[in-house]
Nanobody, 123 residues
């Protein structure tokens, strides 16, 4: 069983920044793509950003230019740097250690999910 733990959420004013961390116990972490997802109240979970084992990244249009995903394989950790936060970024942010190809990952594809961390952006 792979343990996935997110941290770094909190309450921030609009325009502020947060850095989320996703730590995984899997020893083969470096071989997996990692996705950051979020779910706002009353909305479906959506993919926010993802990073391949080789460092290729992709972002949802709504966060491009504001969020940056990165990984430190030595620490089995992936980060999501979130700048210029908006109230509409308020959600629970989840990390998933993907078990499918980076090119195919989505909310529906299998993987190991963390419990999530709450991000609240006040206007």
């Amino acid at each position: 069983q792979v343990q996935v733990v997110e941290s770094g959420g909190g309450l921030v004013q609009a325009g502020g920044s947060l850095r989320l961390s996703c730590a995984a116990s899997r020893s083969t972490f470096s071989r997996n793509a990692i996705g950051w997802y979020r779910q706002a109240p009353g909305k479906q979970r959506e993919l926010v950003a993802a990073i391949s084992s080789g460092g290729i990244t992709k972002y949802a249009d709504s966060v491009k230019g504001r969020f940056t995903i990165s990984r430190d394989n030595a620490k089995n950790t992936v980060y999501l740097q979130m700048n210029s936060l908006k109230p509409e970024d308020t959600a629970i942010y989840h990390c998933k250690v993907e078990t499918t190809s980076y090119w195919e990952i989505s909310v529906q594809t299998p993987g190991y999910w963390g419990q999530g961390t709450q991000v609240t952006v006040a206007s």
